[in-house]
């Protein structure tokens, strides 16, 4: 019963966390099995027959195709681990079988990594590996009390871990997902897309989810430079947005600029191949391309953590020259589109003497016209433009930036749109930016002769606080904010920077371990051109190295007698000396006796010696306090 009871405790640890991630009736279904074990041992009843149990696992293999339309991957494969489990302790009648349930519960252990990597997933997984370790040490000793199996339990794993620090250090990292597991361990990820419909970014600027961090040396940019450059998009049908085809070129770092910011990001992965950074970068990351509207694309989608060094130069210019395609196609607009919109850049063309003054013309429009910044603006019809321009006249980003571009291209200004992030707010406990989903932007891009593409971003100019301050200080008095972003919870913002600084440091320092920084680490002891079989030389040889250590002092405590026998066979030295040896096959009680009758002067301390002692090595448990006294009543006998 105990055993079952342990092996239970361990399953519920390793499953639950996938109960948030499963369909429910599986969830329902694994806790009925479980509860069936239980019960038939309460009861004494039969385990129920082979075909009853094939029977179930056919209906929920079923069920699983229904819900994922295949039995493998990874998210079908674990919830069939999970349920197979409780099918498994169905059927259990001996210790072997609970053995192969315990190493199932192992293997549950690592199914919960591939899907969050998290320290409270580290830790709740540690609790789960002590549960199973000494489920096993109790299947081996069924009447040992549990304390003394969990202690032994947590002498294995001690034990192990300098040699699973040492497979973390050396073993050869494997570039790219674990084990090349298929598309849908890439699914449900938050962030920025190549397409920007009015909502788009409203809807993910309440997610709280952070989009990366960013270490600065030196002073950072402040509030208003802090743009994050993202995907470009070009091409816009009356109502949606959309990056269209990129064209790559080679980098050539920016002309001009006032300031100069080094940083190093680190990127959540999003399944895409942007990778951020402030404007305007000056270098290139490892593996990256650059394109010809100034993104940042990796060689592959960002699917892990990423770190990258950065270098960025404030208010640099790429240059005036555009691709004639290129400025064609920042001028096409769907016909017929927003009329009202049209008309009035046309109004703005005839009375403008040049580009820069249109652009003018517009950002003042913004400013007058007083919109209303708000995160639940009114649904917009087939005409967006014009229904936010003169309809609605309230919006987010997305809704500023697009009218802006329509109302350029309809002037004859080359315009398109850039979505990222603006801002980012400092960690108060260890001084790294964290930007955010909520942080996401949009803002718009102009094509001046003689200074190249411009930014200008029409949110900035009608509500100027987003620029300074941040979405929260923009909004209206009692405008609805993200939940983090509310100014009464300020202690939970603090606690929150607690726990990112600490979070900060293990996806750095563990969960980035990566092949560069293997790398890093092997020149740094002294082998600064190691491969995968140098590695595994030097793996193995420090394995040996430990499993040897760990035999010695294994053997060593074997060899060395416990305190109480130590001072029994002391006190067996001093009797033997005045000529009363003990016989091998003469025991404790017998040889006390005998000691006692032949050396009368000392039969009391003889006698209270050999009790204490039977006492101490036959009871329940020898206390320190026990030991102690045995080992002065030895001591102090006289036999003279």
């Given at each position: 019963?105990?055993?079952?009871?342990?092996?239970?405790?361990?399953?519920?640890?390793?499953v639950a966390p996938h109960a948030l991630r499963a369909p429910w009736w599986i969830t329902l279904l694994a806790a009925f099995l479980y509860a069936w074990r239980i019960q038939?041992?309460?009861?004494?009843?039969?385990?129920?027959?082979?075909?009853?149990?094939?029977?179930?696992?056919?209906?929920?293999?079923?069920?699983?195709?229904?819900?994922?339309?295949?039995?493998?991957?990874?998210?079908?494969?674990?919830?069939?681990?999970?349920?197979?489990?409780?099918?498994?302790?169905?059927?259990?009648?001996?210790?072997?079988?609970?053995?192969?349930?315990?190493?199932?519960?192992?293997?549950?252990?690592?199914?919960?990594?591939?899907?969050?990597?998290?320290?409270?997933?580290?830790?709740?997984?540690?609790?789960?590996?002590?549960?199973?370790?000494?489920?096993?040490?109790?299947?081996?000793?069924?009447?040992?009390?549990?304390?003394?199996?969990?202690?032994?339990?947590?002498?294995?794993?001690?034990?192990?871990?300098?040699?699973?620090?040492?497979?973390?250090?050396?073993?050869?990292?494997?570039?790219?997902?674990?084990?090349?597991?298929?598309?849908?361990?890439?699914?449900?990820?938050?962030?920025?897309?190549?397409?920007?419909?009015?909502?788009?970014?409203?809807?993910?600027?309440?997610?709280?989810?952070?989009?990366?961090?960013?270490?600065?040396?030196?002073?950072?940019?402040?509030?208003?430079?802090?743009y994050w450059r993202g995907p470009v998009l070009w091409d816009f049908d009356g109502r949606t947005w959309t990056a269209g085809p990129t064209a790559l070129t080679r980098f050539?770092?920016?002309?001009?600029?006032?300031?100069?910011?080094?940083?190093?990001?680190?990127?959540?992965?999003?399944?895409?191949?942007?990778?951020?950074?402030?404007?305007?970068?000056?270098?290139?990351?490892?593996?990256?391309?650059?394109?010809?509207?100034?993104?940042?694309?990796?060689?592959?989608?960002?699917?892990?953590?990423?770190?990258?060094?950065?270098?960025?130069?404030?208010?640099?210019?790429?240059?005036?020259?555009?691709?004639?395609?290129?400025?064609?196609?920042?001028?096409?607009?769907?016909?017929?589109?927003?009329?009202?919109?049209?008309?009035?850049?046309?109004?703005?063309?005839?009375?403008?003497?040049?580009?820069?003054?249109?652009?003018?013309?517009?950002?003042?429009?913004?400013?007058?016209?007083?919109?209303?910044?708000?995160?639940?603006?009114?649904?917009?019809?087939?005409?967006?433009?014009?229904?936010?321009?003169?309809?609605?006249?309230?919006?987010?980003?997305?809704?500023?930036?697009?009218?802006?571009?329509?109302?350029?291209?309809?002037?004859?200004?080359?315009?398109?749109?850039?979505?990222?992030?603006?801002?980012?707010?400092?960690?108060?406990?260890?001084?790294?930016?964290?930007?955010?989903?909520?942080?996401?932007?949009?803002?718009?891009?102009?094509?001046?002769?003689?200074?190249?593409?411009?930014?200008?971003?029409?949110?900035?100019?009608?509500?100027?606080?987003?620029?300074?301050?941040?979405?929260?200080?923009?909004?209206?008095?009692?405008?609805?904010?993200?939940?983090?972003?509310?100014?009464?919870?300020?202690?939970?913002?603090?606690?929150?920077?607690?726990?990112?600084?600490?979070?900060?440091?293990?996806?750095?320092?563990?969960?980035?371990?990566?092949?560069?920084?293997?790398?890093?680490?092997?020149?740094?002891?002294?082998?600064?051109?190691?491969?995968?079989?140098?590695?595994?030389?030097?793996?193995?040889?420090?394995?040996?190295?430990?499993?040897?250590?760990?035999?010695?002092?294994?053997?060593?405590?074997?060899?060395?007698?416990?305190?109480?026998?130590?001072?029994?066979?002391?006190?067996?030295?001093k009797l033997a000396a005045r000529g009363v040896k003990r016989a091998p096959q003469e025991g404790p009680r017998d040889y006390s006796e005998r000691a006692a009758r032949a050396?009368?002067?000392?039969?009391?301390?003889?006698?209270?010696?050999?009790?204490?002692?039977?006492?101490?090595?036959?009871?329940?448990?020898?206390?320190?306090?026990?030991?102690?006294?045995?080992?002065?009543?030895?001591?102090?006998?006289?036999?003279?």
């Amino acid at each position: 019963m105990r055993d079952l009871a342990w092996l239970v405790a361990s399953l519920l640890i390793v499953v639950a966390p996938h109960a948030l991630r499963a369909p429910w009736w599986i969830t329902l279904l694994a806790a009925f099995l479980y509860a069936w074990r239980i019960q038939i041992m309460l009861s004494r009843a039969p385990l129920p027959s082979r075909w009853l149990l094939i029977a179930v696992a056919a209906a929920a293999m079923l069920g699983v195709w229904a819900e994922y339309r295949t039995l493998f991957g990874r998210s079908p494969g674990i919830v069939l681990l999970a349920l197979f489990s409780g099918l498994k302790l169905l059927e259990m009648r001996s210790q072997r079988d609970a053995a192969v349930v315990a190493f199932l519960c192992y293997f549950l252990i690592i199914t919960n990594l591939l899907s969050t990597q998290s320290i409270p997933t580290a830790a709740a997984m540690l609790v789960a590996l002590a549960v199973i370790t000494t489920t096993l040490v109790g299947l081996g000793a069924p009447q040992r009390p549990a304390r003394a199996n969990l202690r032994t339990a947590g002498l294995l794993l001690a034990h192990a871990a300098p040699a699973a620090l040492v497979l973390f250090l050396l073993f050869p990292r494997v570039p790219g997902p674990l084990w090349g597991l298929p598309q849908d361990a890439y699914t449900g990820v938050t962030g920025l897309s190549d397409n920007m419909t009015p909502g788009n970014i409203a809807r993910l600027v309440l997610s709280d989810a952070i989009a990366f961090r960013v270490e600065f040396e030196g002073e950072p940019p402040a509030h208003r430079l802090r743009y994050w450059r993202g995907p470009v998009l070009w091409d816009f049908d009356g109502r949606t947005w959309t990056a269209g085809p990129t064209a790559l070129t080679r980098f050539e770092p920016p002309r001009g600029g006032a300031e100069t910011f080094r940083y190093e990001v680190v990127l959540e992965p999003h399944n895409r191949n942007w990778l951020f950074a402030l404007e305007t970068a000056a270098s290139l990351p490892a593996r990256s391309h650059f394109t010809a509207d100034g993104q940042l694309l990796a060689h592959d989608f960002v699917r892990d953590r990423r770190r990258y060094a950065m270098t960025s130069i404030a208010g640099a210019s790429r240059g005036p020259d555009e691709q004639p395609f290129g400025l064609r196609r920042a001028l096409r607009l769907p016909q017929g589109s927003s009329p009202r919109a049209t008309a009035l850049a046309a109004q703005w063309r005839q009375q403008s003497a040049s580009d820069a003054d249109i652009v003018s013309r517009a950002l003042k429009y913004f400013i007058e016209q007083r919109f209303l910044y708000t995160l639940d603006p009114a649904l917009l019809g087939r005409d967006s433009v014009d229904d936010f321009l003169f309809g609605t006249r309230e919006g987010f980003c997305e809704h500023f930036a697009s009218a802006f571009a329509f109302l350029m291209r309809a002037a004859g200004v080359p315009a398109r749109i850039v979505t990222g992030y603006l801002g980012g707010e400092p960690n108060s406990v260890d001084g790294i930016f964290t930007v955010r989903q909520s942080d996401a932007h949009a803002w718009a891009e102009v094509y001046l002769r003689g200074r190249g593409w411009v930014r200008v971003d029409p949110t900035s100019a009608s509500v100027p606080g987003r620029l300074d301050s941040g979405l929260a200080r923009a909004m209206t008095e009692g405008a609805a904010l993200p939940f983090m972003l509310r100014p009464e919870l300020e202690w939970l913002r603090g606690l929150r920077s607690r726990w990112e600084a600490v979070a900060h440091r293990w996806n750095v320092w563990v969960l980035g371990y990566n092949t560069e920084r293997q790398r890093d680490l092997m020149a740094f002891v002294g082998m600064p051109d190691a491969d995968w079989r140098s590695l595994t030389a030097t793996l193995f040889t420090i394995l040996g190295t430990i499993t040897a250590l760990l035999l010695a002092w294994s053997l060593r405590r074997l060899a060395r007698p416990d305190p109480v026998q130590k001072a029994w066979q002391a006190f067996c030295r001093k009797l033997a000396a005045r000529g009363v040896k003990r016989a091998p096959q003469e025991g404790p009680r017998d040889y006390s006796e005998r000691a006692a009758r032949a050396l009368p002067r000392a039969q009391r301390p003889i006698r209270s010696i050999g009790a204490l002692y039977i006492a101490l090595r036959y009871g329940a448990q020898a206390s320190a306090q026990g030991i102690a006294e045995l080992r002065r009543r030895v001591r102090e006998l006289r036999l003279t």
